[in-house]
């Protein structure tokens, strides 16, 4: 939906400098070591990594505190390459749209305010502290739960490949859309691995013709 990920970078290495660590993240390296893991685990191995004094909890305690100052800027926050296309297509054709995250509620309600979407969602779903992270798929049943939605009838775009297994747990068709950090990232569990949001619609609108094409000849 958004693109973060240059925003969590630059959290960790924020966090990274005030523990005493002389070492930045570079884009590749991060997206290879960090990118689609829970924000503790990758906490636990900085602190490993790096010989940090501070605890896990600490590091991933000081990232949320610097990533919600960053994406209290809606400045900040820019929407994904296609997302606005793609969901007024759906929109218009009375699809309903969630989000399904692993980040906390509070980020993800921040995020889709600075992109002025706070009404386009029937559902947002983030891990309170309550849910198994991805690749688990608690946070997708908790999402068609409150949806009251099928799984065999629901599909879920991922950048990650954390996110396209735990959609596939969840029993849902999924499209796999790489960003920047995530391409080199093993995507096989998809259905579907697509350039972008708008190769997305793109693909939607030729299934829904060709259904309706269907409908009308039969």
């Not at 991922?158 to 297994?165: A, K, P």
């Not at 596939?168 to 999924?174: D, F």
């Amino acid at each position: 939906m958004a693109d973060t990920e240059p925003l969590h970078r630059r959290a960790f290495n924020i966090v990274l400098a005030a523990c005493g660590a002389s070492y930045e993240y570079g884009l590749d390296e991060y997206g290879r070591t960090i990118t689609g893991r829970a924000i503790f685990e990758n906490a636990e191995r900085l602190r490993e990594r790096f010989g940090l004094a501070q605890n896990a909890q600490e590091i991933a305690d000081g990232h949320r505190a610097m990533f919600n100052l960053l994406i209290a800027d809606a400045e900040n926050i820019q929407a994904m390459p296609g997302l606005t296309e793609l969901l007024a297509y759906l929109a218009a054709q009375n699809i309903r749209t969630a989000i399904a995250s692993s980040s906390r509620p509070e980020q993800i309600h921040t995020i889709v305010r600075g992109l002025n979407l706070h009404h386009t969602f029937q559902a947002i779903v983030g891990n309170d502290g309550t849910l198994k992270p991805k690749p688990a798929p608690d946070v997708y049943l908790r999402t068609l739960a409150q949806l009251g939605a099928s799984p065999k009838e629901t599909l879920a775009l991922e950048d990650s490949s954390s996110g396209v297994r735990a959609a596939k747990a969840a029993g849902l068709t999924v499209i796999a859309v790489p960003n920047d950090y995530t391409k080199m990232q093993d995507f096989s569990a998809a259905d579907l691995l697509l350039r972008d949001l708008r190769q997305v619609r793109e693909h939607l609108e030729i299934a829904y013709r060709e259904t309706s094409n269907v409908k009308r000849e039969m």
